[in-house]
């Protein structure tokens, strides 16, 4: 079962991800190969980017070292403004604002929905 899904919404310039469970890192190699397929060619600067992370576990030391190099390929892409939606969960909240930070996200941020 896919843990991720990209969609792109061209008429609202927005790209909603979804992201649920445990990631492993053949879901990471997966989940980079759609977003090359899906975000790449339609460039980012005019795209606000929404993540789902509402039905996401704690990550791992393995996967905060992959988000951080996911969250640079968003830096990298340009998006207008970045949002990770999750349920109350104060520890996520913290890995995603530190990830982020370390990453050089300056247009992201964590809301609790």
Known sequence: MRKTAIQVNSAEKMV??????????????LFIQEYKAK????GGQQYDLIVDCTEMNLLTQDMSDNLTGVMEMYKATG????????????????QLNRIARNAGLTNSKVAEV
């Open 39 to 42: 975000v790449e060619p339609i």
């Open 16 to 29: 909603n991800m979804k992201v649920t469970g445990s990631m492993t890192m053949e879901d990471a190699e």
């Open 79 to 94: 998006f207008n403004k970045i949002t990770y939606n999750i349920k109350e969960n104060t520890v996520l909240k913290m």
